[in-house]
């Protein structure tokens, strides 16, 4: 009997040695196999950058009107991102003006606690600037109090892309 039982946990032995050193192989049920492979996890917060364009007449702080194309970079308009924004003065005399930095979103102001404000942090020391979205995609500019720099209602940033 000694002699049929030796063989057979040699054998099992082999077949668990085999399997834990392949991890290739199908272990029974509630049998443990370590293996050297490589595991890739599926990060969905990670995504490519994506670009935003906006253009349209605004007021500037200089009390002149300008045609603006503002850039925005990011996974989603609900992320913090980069931005370019070139000014072309409607006043002739004005030299066009380009400047670039950080978006900020943030969400809430006093007047409308779901409201989603995008600051323009320049890199540049330039004055940050404030954009609301609006329902209708388009961003209208902030004055220093956090109401619209302009009641025209044609003065706003139109979603392009």
Do not use: W
């Amino acid at each position: 009997m000694k002699n049929l039982f030796l063989p057979a946990v040699t054998a099992l032995t082999l077949f668990f040695t085999s399997c834990n050193s392949c991890g290739n192989c199908n272990a029974p049920q509630g049998i443990m196999i370590e293996s050297d492979s490589l595991y890739m996890v599926n990060d969905s917060t990670i995504a490519d950058a994506q670009t935003f364009i906006y253009e349209g007449r605004l007021p500037m702080s200089n009390g002149n009107l300008g045609d603006v194309l503002l850039t925005i970079q990011t996974v989603s308009l609900n992320d913090d991102g980069t931005y370019t924004i070139t000014t072309d003065y409607i006043n002739e005399a004005l030299a066009d003006e380009t400047d670039n930095g950080e978006v900020l979103v943030m969400i809430g102001m006093p007047s409308d606690s779901t409201a989603i404000i995008y600051e323009l942090v320049s890199a540049n020391g330039n004055p940050k600037m404030n954009f609301m979205l609006s329902p209708d995609s388009s961003l209208v500019k902030l004055d220093g109090h956090m109401k619209p720099a302009s009641m025209n209602s044609t003065h706003k940033l139109i979603h392009k892309k």
